[in-house]
Every structure is written in C-alpha cells, then in structure tokens.
C-alpha cells in the first residue's frame, strides 16, 4: 500500500469513527426527548417488565394465542433482550415513565443502528472500496427514516435487519448453513422474516444442493427449537405454531397505515372481505403476493450479476414488492429496504439505486412520520385516508415502477450506470492546477486573469454536507409544533350575542381556556347552577397580542353547570372554550348548547367543538409567542384574503409562512415549518460556498459546522418571522456573486457569466420582497459588481497597450480582449440593470397581491406607495423601547440576549424558555477571526475573503446609523459570515503548524458541547431552574428565566 492510500485509509476511518460518534450522539439525544410511538413504546416496557418478574418460562403462560388474555404476539428472539432491560430496571431502580427507562427501551435499536453502519463498512471494506462503505454507512446513520424508526418511534426494526443482513451476507458467500442459523434468529425476532424465504429457495434450486438446502433447513430450524425452548409454556408442543398463526392473523385488514397500492385507492383499515370486482381483498393480495416473489425469481435467475449483488439487490426488490401490492403491511415494513439497496449499490455501484434509496427514504419517513404524528395528535391516530395518503402511497408505486425498471436494466439487461467519480477528477485538478487546491487563490495574477476551474463535489464533500444537513434537520424539526390547533371559531355580529353552555352537571370550576383568532375583541363568560341567576363574570380580552394563543383564567373552585359567554366587543371569534376541574387533564365535556340573540346553533357549538385540540398545558407548542402574533397572523390573512395587520415589512416573508398555513392549517407547525426548512437548507448552502471559497472539504465542512451549531441559527429559523427568509437569501445572492467573480467574460462565453449574475439578481429581488435589510447587502453586490467590472477594464487596459508589440499566442489574446470589451461591459451593464432593477422591483410590487386581492378600497396598485410610505415612516421615526433592546455595538458581543418565551403553569422549580443569541465559540472568536481576515488582506493584499468581508461590512454598518430599537438578532444576516472568516483563521494556522489540528477538533467539539447545553432554552424544553441559573446564565445581563 502506498503512503497516500495509507494516508487515505487512516482518514476515512478517522472520519467513521467520527461519524460514528455523532450518529450514536444525535440518536442517545433524541430517544429519552421523544416518547415515541406510545403503542409499542409501552409494550416493550411491559414486557420487560413482565419477563423480569416472571422469568422466560413463564412469560407466554396466559397468553391471548393460547386462550388467556395476555396480548403478547413477539416470538422470543427479542424476548431475550427485554429481559435484559427489564433486570436493568430493576438493578438501577427506573420508574416506569422516567426519560432513563424509556431511552434503555430504545437502545438496543439505536445500537444495532450503529452496528448496521459498521457492517456496512465492512462490506465494502472487503472489496477494497471504504470510501463507499463510509459513504454508505453516513447515508445510513443520518438517514431521517431510519431515526424516526428508532430514535423516535422506539421500534427494533433495525434490531431485526442486522440479523437479516448478516443471514444474506452469508447466503450471498455461500455459507448456507450459517446463513439459515441467522435466518431462524431473524425469524425469532419478527415474524416478517417469513417474506424473505423465497430467497433460500431460489439459491437452493439455482445450486441444485438439496443436501445442503436440508442441512441448512434442519439448522435453521434446530436454532429456532433451541432459543424457543427455555419459553415453553406448558406442555402444548404447537405453541410456536399457535403464536406465529396469531401474529399473521392478527390484522385482518388491507393495509395498516402502509401508504401502498391498497391505499391508494381508499383500503387503508379495510377489512380483507370486502369485495373488489367480486374478489376479496384477500386473494387479490395474496395473488399479488405471489406475482411478486414470481418476479422476484424470475430476476434472481435470469440475473447476471455475482451472488452477493443478486442476493441484497433481489431482497430488496422482494421486500419492496410485498410491502406496496401485498396486504396486512404496516407502516414500517419497508425499512429493511434502506440498508438491503445500500448493500446492493456497494457491489452494483448503479448511481439510479443510490438515488432510489434517497427517494424511498423519503417517501417512507413521510409515510411513518404522518402515522406518528396523527397518533401522538389529539385524535389518537392518523387520517384512514385523504390527500397526504393517497400521495405518498402514488409515490411509493412510481418509485417502485423505476425500481423494477432498473433492477430489470442491471440484473437482467447488465445495463449499469456507474457513478462519476468525481473525487478522483477533484485531485488530478489539484495535480495539474495547484493553485486552486488550497483557499489562499489569487486570482488576477496575470494580466488577463484565468477563470477559477469549476469546483466538483467529492464523496466526502457529500457525505459531510448531507450529514450534517440531516443532523440538523433532526434537530430542528423535533419539538417545532403541534399540528393541531382550534381553527373553527363564532364570530359575533354585534355586541350582546351571547352562547349558554350545559355541561349536564354542577362541577367545581378550578380554571378555563380560552382560544381567539386574528383581530381584537372581549367576551365576558358568567357562570349558573340553575341557568336563571349569573354570576362570577370572568373578562376574556382578546387585545393584539393575544390571537392564536391559549389564554389561562383561574376560576377558583366557581360551583357551575352552565356558562354563558356574552360579545363585549366584537371583532376575533372565539376559537375555542374550555373548563377544567380541579386536577383534570382534559377539558369537561360540554352536553348541550345554546345561542341566544340571533346566534345560530352551528355558530353556537363552534366554541367547544374541537376540544381534543385543548392541551393540557399551554405552550409556544400550541400557540403564537413573540412576534409570531404578527407574522402568522398576517400570514393567515394573506391566506383568507382579510385586511393585513402588520404592513411593516414586505410581504414575502408573510407569503411564505402562508403557504405552510395553506398546507398544514393554521396551527403552530404550519406557520413555522416553511421557515425552520429555509433554515435546514442554510446549511447546504453554507456548504456549498465555503466549498468554492476555499475550495478545501475541510474548511467548506468547518464553516457549515459552525453556522449550524450557532444558537440564532436554530433559534432564528424556527419561530414564524420573517428574517430566516432575509438572511437566506443575503447568503445566496452573495454565494452567487462570488460565482460571477470567479467567472470572465474574456475566457467564457458572455451568456455563461450571466447565469450567477441573474441568479444573485434574482436572489436579491427575493430578499428585499421579504424584509427590507437586504437593501444594505444589496450595496455590497454593486460595489463586487463595479469592482468586477473594474478589473476587466485593467485587463483591457493592459491589452490594448501592450497589443503594438505582441507577438503569437499573446497577441490573439489581448486582440480578443480589445475587441470583447466595449460590447461585452455594455452587455453586462444592461443586464445588470434587468436583473438587479426591473426584476426585483417586479418580483416586490408581485410580493404585495395578497394585499392587492383584499376586497375593498386601498388596496389597488395606486395604494402600492402609501405602503411603502408608512413602512419607510414606521421604521425611521420609531422611538419604542424594550427591556431587551439592544445597540449595534452590543450584538457581537452578546450582552443582551432575547427572550422570546417563557413558559407558565410549570411545575415549582421549573422552567421553559426561548431564548435567541449566539454561541459563544462562534461570535465571540469571531470577531477577532474578523480583523485578522481584514489585516491579512490589507497586509498581503489578498482577495480570497474579500466576498465575505463586503457582506458582512455592507450588511453591519448601516445599522451604526439606525437610531430606532434594535435588538441582537439584527445581528443574524452578519453570523454566517463570521463562520468564513473563523474557516479561514483556521486555515492559516494549521497551514503553518499542521499540530494545531488537534486544537481545531477541540475547539468544533466544544461548540457543539455548548450547542447542546444551551438547547433547552434555544428550544423550549422544560428543564430545572437550577441548571439554567448555574450552568447556562454566565452574566447578569443574560435573562433567560
């Protein structure tokens, strides 16, 4: 082995095992935070529980399958594990709902992720490629679908695809005996093992070795009868039997929230005798069943392919098959799919088949996400059927269809489409053009300036930038919010209307809940025994800040069986209403109602009629916070065409919003998903330029890094404003004027250095139509632009007076140069002008048509400028204050964070808090990171970081002229920047003394250690006082509690 692919192999398994622990990180994070899918979640713990106490024998006796009534329907391969966690429970003493006892539950999952990584690792170790195996082991970890499985629904389907994958390893080695060992193991974990049985029939006939198929089928059985034995229950020599037969006979229905050919049509949760053209369910599935292990057979024997790229590419088609046209599949059936094609690509290497398991992971993380989140919801479960379900399960069939094609084109045709290899392009690049294989490019060296060669993605490029886009997106979308909230609602027509409400009995009051919706209004709610004689008014006002928000009143133990509510003020209806008693969890339910002064009964029961949207407690999970009570409000009346609130800002950023509310409803995850997903896709794009800035993996993966596990990131992108847009696209319009300076119009075609140019034009147009702040970036592109433009003339300059004496090749040249231009700067000027004038000025009065639609008078094209006018006056002239304002000169400093939320009604010693700041190994090396980059630039007159600084100058030093309040996350369309600049610190000094690596690996580490420390008042979590006074508040300037 040479030294450079030992250099190699010692760096891919550094960055495995690096993989390797921020996968096993992010998993041993997520499992205790969400209680996963209460069903099995609870189950598991049951059953620990139940074979701790009882021991192995005794754990079937009682048993529903053999007449008793204990629901136990696992055969006992994962038994053994339970009752493993279930003597850890009682060793260390867990409650039953403790987050420890829940995160041991999932362990064993989140383990045999880990493990499926590693062997897949170690599979394409052995044929020489661990790149891939790296490659596919991160797509693996950091897939969402296989999180949500484990990490948050809590089951052990990859408990079970690690034993499927080692019995296919061995199958596909022809080690049919040790390969049926593993395959009675995976059968004693879940009875889905079953489905993958054709596989041993297809090997047995293709060897034509039925001597070894019945060694390997006694085997296989004496497995199951040997770990079965210590479970018998009885004498009942059948009761494996019994139990198989009840677990594949339990579900009698045609798909079980599997979005698949069945629920396409509408037979989600039908039962299997109802009848389509006259033929059961039934045998329609179990001919289609059969049509896909025939299929399946027919591509292991006309397949050309060698046995273990037969074996995992087959498997997975198999198990694709039965899971989208077979019945009784649950919604997490699939999931052996995504390792089985990871495996099959590792010995296949078709581009198409790493594609489709992108696309089915996703499509599947959609299907078991939505069944997740609809149980978890106030309904209990997900909708049977409906528009979401019916496009996932036409999803899932069209990605099968392309499956079948290319399993068809490469087992059967040996049609191969070969992934590029761009990472060895990548280093004959650096090879041949050195100057670009490192961040410090000068470009401009020569008097006509070469073209910075394109930059092509690396595996590792890849790998890093869709792992940590994945890490992240986690991250960001645990906890967003709930996707229920009270969206009918009565409106009054005047005041004095009034709703009487009969709960059927006298109950002792202790609080009530109210819900109102956009606008302002007052209701006064009075309390009866006897209907006749009111008393104990209670106010609601509904002033601007409290719409789509959970009001709390104490009642104080009021004696009452009905209540009337009475229109003070009209103006927002009032969503919802509802009463507790003294400890209650869920509202007291309300009998009857009535409306009196022309209120109409439909209106009337508008009020209590979605009183499994009430929560328990009240939080920013279920309501607006912060400036949210203007931006999704105006958002929601951009959506129904209602006269906007907040015109303080363009309304683009409203727009977006809306369309999460169009999407989801008006509930607390559709008005912030829109922007927390411009947040993840920040992380890509920080990527991508850092890539071409320095045009180093490393130093592009350091600067995303850092960006991501900043705390205004995550705070700033998940709560409904509107400055994630902004700042998106500051960061896009300045990624692709760095791509037009990189670009010449005297070495490219003309049209081609107008692509990034109209891009970041377009960029711009989109920024300024949603806030106003990248007008100031906005200078920073002209003055890159001129300066661009500049340095052209220099070289025209150059050209014409050197051209009288040029010879040859040179002389060509600056002739084309001479000659390019007058015509070419003309073109560019005009161009510019269009894209960064006339586009973006269309693109902001279009921003304005939901106001533009609003019926009624002032809102036409003509009122266009008095908007512009009240907005310009709002801000020039506003002279508020606020407790958490802070001056420009505090931001890089963070002295005064903001608090957005603090929760109430939390248990003594509690708290829950939203706070906004930065991390302080970001902002404050920062700034240093920042005057270094400058001084080496002016020092050395370099170039390389010259984007970078203008954006973060352009962006920062308008707001030294601002007099109105500002606060700290102002200081947001700066942060991204800082990262670059600390990226390029981190290049000089480990350029000149590589030793301090190791220093730079600390210091990543502890930014996400502190990432992770202050997360519980970056996102809401509740958490003790005490941890948050002793360990997160360093200042007293820091209020967080």
């Given at each position: 082995?040479?030294?450079?692919?030992?250099?190699?192999?010692?760096?891919?398994?550094?960055?495995?095992?690096?993989?390797?622990?921020?996968?096993?990180?992010?998993?041993?994070?997520?499992?205790?935070?969400?209680?996963?899918?209460?069903?099995?979640?609870?189950?598991?713990?049951?059953?620990?529980?139940?074979?701790?106490?009882?021991?192995?024998?005794?754990?079937?006796?009682?048993?529903?399958?053999?007449?008793?009534?204990?629901?136990?329907?696992?055969?006992?391969?994962?038994?053994?594990?339970?009752?493993?966690?279930?003597?850890?429970?009682?060793?260390?003493?867990?409650?039953?709902?403790?987050?420890?006892?829940?995160?041991?539950?999932?362990?064993?999952?989140?383990?045999?992720?880990?493990?499926?990584?590693?062997?897949?690792?170690?599979?394409?170790?052995?044929?020489?490629?661990?790149?891939?195996?790296?490659?596919?082991?991160?797509?693996?970890?950091?897939?969402?679908?296989?999180?949500?499985?484990?990490?948050?629904?809590?089951?052990?389907?990859?408990?079970?695809?690690?034993?499927?994958?080692?019995?296919?390893?061995?199958?596909?080695?022809?080690?049919?005996?040790?390969?049926?060992?593993?395959?009675?193991?995976?059968?004693?974990?879940?009875?889905?093992?079953?489905?993958?049985?054709?596989?041993?029939?297809?090997?047995?006939?293709?060897?034509?070795?039925?001597?070894?198929?019945?060694?390997?089928?006694?085997?296989?059985?004496?497995?199951?009868?040997?770990?079965?034995?210590?479970?018998?229950?009885?004498?009942?020599?059948?009761?494996?039997?019994?139990?198989?037969?009840?677990?594949?006979?339990?579900?009698?229905?045609?798909?079980?929230?599997?979005?698949?050919?069945?629920?396409?049509?509408?037979?989600?949760?039908?039962?299997?005798?109802?009848?389509?053209?006259?033929?059961?369910?039934?045998?329609?599935?179990?001919?289609?069943?059969?049509?896909?292990?025939?299929?399946?057979?027919?591509?292991?024997?006309?397949?050309?392919?060698?046995?273990?790229?037969?074996?995992?590419?087959?498997?997975?088609?198999?198990?694709?098959?039965?899971?989208?046209?077979?019945?009784?599949?649950?919604?997490?059936?699939?999931?052996?799919?995504?390792?089985?094609?990871?495996?099959?690509?590792?010995?296949?290497?078709?581009?198409?088949?790493?594609?489709?398991?992108?696309?089915?992971?996703?499509?599947?993380?959609?299907?078991?996400?939505?069944?997740?989140?609809?149980?978890?919801?106030?309904?209990?479960?997900?909708?049977?059927?409906?528009?979401?379900?019916?496009?996932?399960?036409?999803?899932?069939?069209?990605?099968?269809?392309?499956?079948?094609?290319?399993?068809?084109?490469?087992?059967?045709?040996?049609?191969?489409?070969?992934?590029?290899?761009?990472?060895?392009?990548?280093?004959?690049?650096?090879?041949?053009?050195?100057?670009?294989?490192?961040?410090?490019?000068?470009?401009?060296?020569?008097?006509?300036?070469?073209?910075?060669?394109?930059?092509?993605?690396?595996?590792?490029?890849?790998?890093?930038?869709?792992?940590?886009?994945?890490?992240?997106?986690?991250?960001?979308?645990?906890?967003?919010?709930?996707?229920?909230?009270?969206?009918?609602?009565?409106?009054?027509?005047?005041?004095?209307?009034?709703?009487?409400?009969?709960?059927?009995?006298?109950?002792?009051?202790?609080?009530?809940?109210?819900?109102?919706?956009?606008?302002?209004?007052?209701?006064?709610?009075?309390?009866?025994?006897?209907?006749?004689?009111?008393?104990?008014?209670?106010?609601?006002?509904?002033?601007?800040?409290?719409?789509?928000?959970?009001?709390?009143?104490?009642?104080?133990?009021?004696?009452?069986?009905?209540?009337?509510?009475?229109?003070?003020?009209?103006?927002?209806?009032?969503?919802?209403?509802?009463?507790?008693?003294?400890?209650?969890?869920?509202?007291?339910?309300?009998?009857?109602?009535?409306?009196?002064?022309?209120?109409?009964?439909?209106?009337?029961?508008?009020?209590?009629?979605?009183?499994?949207?009430?929560?328990?407690?009240?939080?920013?999970?279920?309501?607006?916070?912060?400036?949210?009570?203007?931006?999704?409000?105006?958002?929601?009346?951009?959506?129904?065409?209602?006269?906007?609130?907040?015109?303080?800002?363009?309304?683009?950023?409203?727009?977006?919003?809306?369309?999460?509310?169009?999407?989801?409803?008006?509930?607390?995850?559709?008005?912030?998903?829109?922007?927390?997903?411009?947040?993840?896709?920040?992380?890509?794009?920080?990527?991508?330029?850092?890539?071409?800035?320095?045009?180093?993996?490393?130093?592009?993966?350091?600067?995303?890094?850092?960006?991501?596990?900043?705390?205004?990131?995550?705070?700033?992108?998940?709560?409904?404003?509107?400055?994630?847009?902004?700042?998106?696209?500051?960061?896009?319009?300045?990624?692709?004027?760095?791509?037009?300076?990189?670009?010449?119009?005297?070495?490219?075609?003309?049209?081609?250095?107008?692509?990034?140019?109209?891009?970041?034009?377009?960029?711009?147009?989109?920024?300024?139509?949603?806030?106003?702040?990248?007008?100031?970036?906005?200078?920073?592109?002209?003055?890159?632009?001129?300066?661009?433009?500049?340095?052209?003339?220099?070289?025209?300059?150059?050209?014409?007076?050197?051209?009288?004496?040029?010879?040859?090749?040179?002389?060509?040249?600056?002739?084309?140069?001479?000659?390019?231009?007058?015509?070419?700067?003309?073109?560019?000027?005009?161009?510019?002008?269009?894209?960064?004038?006339?586009?973006?000025?269309?693109?902001?009065?279009?921003?304005?048509?939901?106001?533009?639609?609003?019926?009624?008078?002032?809102?036409?094209?003509?009122?266009?400028?008095?908007?512009?006018?009240?907005?310009?006056?709002?801000?020039?002239?506003?002279?508020?204050?606020?407790?958490?304002?802070?001056?420009?000169?505090?931001?890089?400093?963070?002295?005064?964070?903001?608090?957005?939320?603090?929760?109430?009604?939390?248990?003594?010693?509690?708290?829950?808090?939203?706070?906004?700041?930065?991390?302080?190994?970001?902002?404050?090396?920062?700034?240093?990171?920042?005057?270094?980059?400058?001084w080496r630039m002016w020092s050395r007159r370099e170039t390389a970081m010259l984007v970078p600084v203008t954006a973060y100058v352009t962006q920062y030093a308008p707001w030294m002229l601002v007099p109105r309040l500002t606060f700290i996350y102002h200081y947001f369309a700066m942060v991204p920047f800082l990262a670059?600049?600390?990226?390029?610190?981190?290049?000089?000094?480990?350029?000149?003394?590589?030793?301090?690596?190791?220093?730079?690996?600390?210091?990543?580490?502890?930014?996400?250690?502190?990432?992770?420390?202050?997360?519980?008042?970056?996102?809401?979590?509740?958490?003790?006082?005490?941890?948050?006074?002793?360990?997160?508040?360093?200042?007293?300037?820091?209020?967080?509690?």
């Amino acid at each position: 082995m040479t030294g450079s692919a030992e250099s190699e192999e010692r760096f891919v398994a550094r960055f495995v095992w690096a993989a390797l622990a921020a996968a096993a990180g992010v998993r041993f994070i997520i499992a205790p935070s969400v209680v996963g899918f209460p069903t099995d979640v609870n189950t598991f713990k049951a059953w620990a529980e139940r074979a701790a106490a009882g021991g192995l024998r005794d754990f079937y006796e009682g048993a529903a399958f053999l007449g008793g009534s204990v629901f136990v329907d696992y055969p006992p391969g994962y038994v053994y594990v339970l009752y493993v966690i279930g003597k850890l429970r009682e060793w260390f003493g867990l409650a039953h709902d403790s987050g420890a006892y829940l995160l041991l539950v999932k362990t064993p999952s989140l383990l045999a992720d880990l493990a499926v990584g590693v062997w897949l690792v170690r599979v394409a170790r052995r044929m020489g490629r661990l790149m891939l195996g790296a490659a596919l082991a991160v797509a693996y970890w950091f897939n969402p679908a296989v999180l949500m499985n484990g990490a948050v629904w809590g089951q052990i389907d990859s408990f079970f695809t690690l034993a499927l994958l080692i019995t296919f390893g061995w199958l596909a080695r022809g080690r049919f005996v040790r390969s049926c060992v593993s395959y009675g193991i995976a059968l004693l974990i879940k009875p889905q093992a079953l489905l993958f049985g054709p596989l041993f029939l297809f090997k047995a006939a293709e060897t034509r070795d039925w001597k070894m198929f019945s060694k390997g089928a006694i085997a296989g059985a004496a497995t199951v009868f040997v770990l079965s034995l210590p479970f018998m229950p009885g004498t009942d020599p059948f009761w494996f039997v019994h139990l198989y037969a009840g677990t594949l006979n339990q579900y009698p229905y045609a798909s079980l929230n599997a979005y698949n050919l069945y629920a396409l049509f509408g037979a989600n949760w039908k039962p299997l005798e109802t009848s389509v053209l006259g033929v059961p369910l039934s045998v329609w599935g179990y001919a289609a069943l059969a049509s896909a292990v025939v299929f399946s057979g027919w591509l292991w024997f006309r397949g050309k392919l060698e046995p273990a790229a037969k074996t995992f590419g087959v498997g997975a088609v198999l198990l694709a098959g039965i899971f989208l046209v077979s019945i009784k599949m649950h919604e997490r059936y699939l999931f052996p799919f995504i390792p089985l094609a990871l495996a099959a690509f590792a010995f296949i290497r078709d581009r198409r088949l790493f594609a489709l398991v992108g696309a089915f992971s996703v499509v599947h993380f959609l299907n078991v996400g939505y069944v997740l989140a609809g149980t978890l919801g106030p309904n209990g479960g997900p909708p049977a059927d409906g528009g979401f379900v019916r496009w996932v399960s036409f999803a899932h069939l069209a990605l099968f269809a392309w499956l079948v094609k290319t399993a068809v084109d490469v087992m059967v045709r040996g049609r191969v489409a070969s992934p590029v290899s761009s990472l060895a392009h990548a280093r004959e690049l650096e090879k041949t053009q050195p100057e670009f294989a490192g961040g410090d490019q000068r470009a401009y060296a020569t008097p006509v300036a070469q073209e910075a060669p394109p930059v092509r993605l690396t595996r590792v490029d890849w790998m890093l930038m869709c792992g940590l886009t994945a890490v992240y997106a986690v991250i960001a979308l645990i906890r967003l919010g709930s996707l229920s909230a009270p969206e009918t609602f009565w409106k009054p027509s005047f005041p004095g209307q009034s709703v009487v409400l009969d709960f059927g009995r006298t109950y002792r009051l202790e609080k009530m809940y109210s819900y109102a919706g956009a606008g302002t209004s007052k209701y006064r709610v009075e309390f009866s025994e006897n209907g006749e004689q009111w008393t104990n008014a209670t106010d609601i006002v509904n002033d601007y800040v409290k719409n789509f928000v959970w009001q709390s009143f104490q009642l104080s133990g009021v004696q009452a069986r009905y209540a009337r509510v009475v229109a003070v003020e009209t103006g927002s209806g009032l969503h919802e209403l509802a009463f507790f008693e003294a400890g209650g969890k869920r509202p007291i339910p309300v009998v009857a109602v009535r409306g009196e002064s022309g209120v109409s009964q439909d209106d009337a029961a508008r009020i209590t009629d979605e009183a499994d949207a009430v929560p328990e407690r009240p939080s920013f999970m279920n309501g607006t916070y912060f400036d949210e009570i203007y931006h999704a409000r105006t958002a929601y009346e951009h959506l129904h065409r209602l006269e906007p609130y907040e015109t303080t800002h363009p309304p683009l950023g409203k727009v977006f919003i809306m369309i999460g509310i169009w999407l989801f409803g008006m509930n607390p995850f559709g008005w912030r998903i829109v922007g927390t997903l411009f947040g993840i896709a920040m992380v890509p794009l920080m990527y991508l330029f850092g890539r071409r800035l320095f045009r180093r993996t490393d130093l592009a993966f350091i600067s995303a890094f850092l960006f991501t596990f900043d705390f205004m990131h995550f705070a700033q992108t998940r709560i409904a404003t509107i400055d994630v847009y902004g700042v998106f696209f500051i960061i896009l319009m300045f990624y692709f004027m760095h791509r037009y300076m990189e670009l010449s119009f005297y070495r490219s075609p003309l049209v081609r250095t107008f692509v990034p140019l109209g891009l970041c034009g377009f960029s711009f147009g989109l920024g300024i139509a949603s806030k106003w702040i990248v007008f100031y970036g906005g200078a920073g592109l002209a003055l890159l632009f001129f300066l661009t433009l500049w340095r052209r003339w220099k070289e025209y300059d150059f050209a014409r007076r050197r051209l009288a004496t040029a010879r040859g090749d040179e002389r060509r040249l600056f002739e084309h140069v001479v000659r390019t231009f007058p015509r070419a700067t003309a073109a560019t000027l005009a161009f510019a002008c269009l894209m960064f004038v006339v586009v973006p000025s269309a693109i902001y009065v279009a921003s304005y048509i939901p106001i533009f639609l609003v019926p009624g008078p002032g809102h036409d094209l003509k009122d266009f400028w008095t908007y512009q006018k009240n907005m310009y006056n709002y801000h020039s002239q506003l002279e508020a204050t606020h407790p958490f304002g802070s001056p420009w000169w505090q931001w890089p400093f963070m002295y005064k964070p903001i608090w957005y939320y603090a929760g109430q009604g939390l248990p003594e010693g509690m708290v829950s808090s939203i706070v906004s700041f930065g991390n302080p190994l970001v902002w404050w090396p920062g700034v240093f990171a920042l005057a270094f980059v400058v001084w080496r630039m002016w020092s050395r007159r370099e170039t390389a970081m010259l984007v970078p600084v203008t954006a973060y100058v352009t962006q920062y030093a308008p707001w030294m002229l601002v007099p109105r309040l500002t606060f700290i996350y102002h200081y947001f369309a700066m942060v991204p920047f800082l990262a670059f600049f600390l990226a390029e610190s981190i290049r000089v000094l480990t350029d000149r003394k590589p030793r301090r690596w190791k220093v730079v690996y600390a210091y990543l580490a502890g930014v996400l250690l502190l990432f992770a420390m202050f997360y519980p008042i970056l996102s809401g979590m509740t958490v003790p006082r005490a941890y948050v006074a002793h360990f997160l508040r360093w200042f007293d300037s820091w209020y967080f509690y």
